[in-house]
C-alpha cells in the first residue's frame, strides 16, 4: 500500500502528515510582540533619563551665567567707584605739586619692524 492511502485511513498518520508540511516557528509571536514592548519601553525610559539630563545640566549652567554675571556686575561697580574716587581726588590738596613743564623723550621704536 501507498503512503497517502495509509495516511487518509489513519487518522494518527494524517496529523504527522500535516504537521510535516505546516512550518513551526521557534518561538511564539506573542512572546516576540511582548519583547519588541519591552524593548520599546527600556529605550523610552533610557530617552527621558537622557532629556531629564539635558534639561538638568541646562539649568545649572544657566544659572552658574546668572551666578558669573552677578559677580561680574559687583566687581564692575568696584571698578567704577575706584575711577570715580581717583577722577575726584583733589592732588594739589592731598600735598602733590602740578607738573612744571612736560617733556616726552624721542625713542627709537620698540616693534621689530623697523
Known sequence: ???DTIAHKHPLHARR???AFHFHLPFSPVSLCFGTVAVLAITYIGL???VMSYA???VEFSQSVR????TVATLE???L???AQITDTNYV???YAKPIAKIFVPTQSATALR
Open 48 to 50: 527621558i533619563a537622557v
Open 81 to 83: 567707584a575706584a575711577v
Open 67 to 70: 551666578n558669573d554675571e552677578a
Open 17 to 19: 502528515a500535516a504537521r
Open 77 to 79: 561697580s568696584q571698578y
Open 1 to 3: 500500500m501507498p503512503s
Open 56 to 58: 538638568v545640566l541646562t
Open 93 to 95: 590738596a592731598a600735598g
